[in-house]
């Protein structure tokens, strides 16, 4: 397909995204679609350029699962509030956050929103959510509005 790929920021790996998306690309055309068993499936061979991506210890990988797994129960707890009792209508809204300078640390929302470090962290990651938003929906009519104010709290 001969396109140009780079990681999103923040993003650190060993390999260029050149070559991750030219491998995604290949697996697709074999095989109609591009999983991330698929992606790890052609990183096996240590001759792959994937290969150094991985951590091929099953020792320290299932170490770094759990952490993984934990961070997944942090980063998946909601919040719920009901807006009245009678609507009965739930709002959920995440719990803990991401701190900001910390990899892997995590603050409640209301600490996040009472603290200025990790409330523009908030708000930093709210504009490149935004960012993404706009780039993956912006051709969809029903949504030009949302996309224009999202352009509009970009601009702040």
């Known amino acids: 397909m001969a396109f140009?790929?780079?990681y999103?920021?923040?993003?650190?790996?060993?390999?260029?995204?050149q070559v991750v998306g030219e491998i995604c690309e290949r697996i697709e055309a074999e095989t109609g679609r591009?999983?991330?068993?698929?992606?790890l499936?052609?990183?096996?061979?240590?001759?792959?350029?994937?290969?150094k991506e991985f951590e091929w210890d099953d020792t320290v990988a299932a170490e770094k699962y759990r952490i993984w797994q934990s961070a997944q129960l942090i980063r998946h707890i909601r919040?719920?509030?009901?807006?009245?009792a009678q609507e009965r209508q739930e709002y959920r809204e995440r719990a803990f956050v991401s701190a900001p300078?910390?990899?892997g640390a995590y603050v409640s929302m209301d600490t996040a929103l009472h603290r200025e470090e990790y409330r523009r962290h908030l708000l930093e990651q709210a504009k490149r959510e935004a960012?993404?938003?706009?780039?993956k929906y912006r051709r969809i009519a029903e949504l030009v509005s949302v996309v224009?104010?999202?352009?509009?709290?970009?601009?702040?």
Not at 79 to 84: A, N, T
């Open 41 to 51: 499936n052609s990183a096996r061979d240590p001759e792959s350029p994937l290969y």
């Open 148 to 156: 224009a104010e999202m352009e509009n709290f970009l601009k702040l």
């Open 101 to 103: 300078g910390k990899e």
């Open 8 to 17: 999103a920021d923040g993003a650190v790996h060993r390999v260029s995204a």
């Open 131 to 135: 960012k993404c938003f706009i780039a």
């Open 34 to 39: 591009c999983t991330a068993e698929d992606l």
């Open 4 to 6: 140009s790929y780079k």
């Open 79 to 84: 919040i719920i509030q009901s807006d009245d």
